[in-house]
């Protein structure tokens, strides 16, 4: 049992991520916005990297650019954890939250409303989560859209982290006085997965909503044998 339509035909489909066009445009301006507050990054500029860039601007868009990418990383990792979630039937993973960020503690506002709405609009119609929701989720949450809601809080939380996890790279890099860490993109995520033999719940940390779950489902088991 797992929480995956057996449909050998989404092999071919790619999962939507309109919401990194968020990241790309709205959220790329606050980065940039936040860097150029930075004065620790002229000094950086100009003692390691100013033979490598031709003005400090082209420096800050470079780092921008970095962030966005470990952004949409971090987004891509949400969504990776989501369907692993589906295929061995855990519980939604919670999103974690760094004890201290190196520059956005969380999205701004408009930002994260506009991301999640994309996320929720998105997956709304998407087969997959339909399904996972139907099948494994529906007495966890009120209604799909709460689902949903949970699912997109996840990505805000995960793309804010990934951006997170670039900076610390980037800064590690300045320490050593060595090169910028790689930034590239992955690839689009392709609609395929492995549904492990004989899946089943797992002894793994459940959610609040999850131990409801169980204990309802131990109640209902020992009044069945009572019957």
Known sequence: MHFMPE?????????????????????????????????????VYEQQYADQFPDLDRFIERITEMLVVGA???GDEAFDDIVTAFLYEYPLPE???????????????????????????EYRQDEVFIHAFQV?????YENFEQFLNESARLAAV???????????????????GGPLPPARRNAKRVKNWFVPKGSQIRDVPLSRRAKQKRRRENSD??????R
């Not at 900076?167 to 300045?174: E, Q, S």
């Open 136 to 140: 494994g989720y529906g007495d966890l």
């Open 72 to 74: 949409e990383k971090g």
């Open 95 to 121: 999103p974690r939250v760094y004890a201290r960020y190196l520059l956005l503690p969380k999205l701004p506002e408009e930002v994260s409303r506009q991301l999640m709405q994309q996320v929720i609009d």
């Open 221 to 226: 088991a020992e009044n069945s044998d009572l």
């Open 7 to 43: 449909d050998e035909g989404y092999e071919e489909k790619l999962w939507p991520d309109g919401y990194k066009a968020v990241i790309k445009n709205r959220l790329r301006a606050v980065i940039a916005s936040e860097l150029r507050s930075e004065d620790t990054l002229q000094n």
């Open 158 to 176: 995960r793309v804010v982290n990934g951006m997170d996890d670039m900076l610390t790279a980037i800064y590690r890099a300045f320490a050593t």
